[in-house]
């Protein structure tokens, strides 16, 4: 059973710092991993979706890393601002299907 | 294009009642799945449905069943509420069946009083 860990769980850094948060995960048999952003009460925005061919994906100021072999992603976020304050989940399917599995997140807070 | 849509946007019921929620995909995707987010849990899956069938079910009870229209829309539905049935509803959506990136709504939020 896949599982999806996000240490740490929280996370505090003063503006213009870069962000690096970090999932692993069990198995590393997977299709795909995406990177979601959730603001309190809100619903998930899907930041990255990164294929399990590739090595690493770039959006703007985030870039997102894969190692499968090691059961690892990363998502890089550049001079981080108070906007990025949130918390970020990733997810990887099960098989081959649309069922996500997550980690627990890492809530970021960025300081002025 | 719109994103997903999920209404009531924040509902609030006794034990024992009944609640269901919809989901309305983004135009032209076909899979709608659900999950339930609590702080103790986290986010955990419900189910998906692709072309009006159940394709996936995920570990909760039989108290949880959905359904998928022909338009793709999807409602779920939670009977015999409990206190822990509180938590966050969330509905993506997706192209087709199989691995394709997930697109979520702002969910539904469910108070068990």
């Known amino acids: 059973k896949q599982e999806v860990t996000q240490i740490p769980a929280a996370l505090s850094v003063p503006e213009g710092e870069n962000l690096v948060l970090n999932c692993s995960f069990t198995d590393s048999a997977i299709y795909n991993l995406q990177w979601f952003r959730q603001d309190p009460g809100k619903g998930l925005t899907s930041l990255l979706l990164i294929q399990s061919s590739q090595r690493e994906q770039t959006s703007g100021r985030l870039n997102a890393s894969l190692d499968k072999s090691s059961g690892r992603s990363t998502l890089y976020i550049a001079a981080s601002q108070p906007g990025d304050s949130a918390t970020y989940l990733c997810a990887v399917p099960e098989a081959a299907g649309n069922k996500l599995t997550f980690g627990g997140g890492t809530r970021v807070l960025v300081k002025p | 294009k719109a994103g997903v849509t999920q209404t009531p946007r924040y509902l609030i019921k006794t034990r024992g009642q009944q609640v269901t929620l919809s989901c309305s995909p983004i135009?032209?995707?076909?899979?709608v799945s659900w999950y339930q987010q609590t702080p103790g849990q986290g986010l955990q899956f419900l189910f998906e449905y692709f072309s009006e069938t159940q394709r996936n079910k995920g570990n909760f009870p039989g108290r949880f069943s959905g359904r998928q229209f022909s338009n793709s829309r999807s409602e779920m539905n939670v009977s015999t509420l409990e206190l822990g049935d509180s938590a966050l509803y969330l509905c993506?959506?997706?192209?087709?069946?199989?691995?394709?990136?997930?697109?979520f709504g702002p969910g539904t939020r469910l108070t068990v009083l």
């Open positions: 135009s032209g995707h076909r899979s």
């Open positions: 993506a959506s997706s192209l087709v069946a199989g691995v394709n990136e997930q697109f």
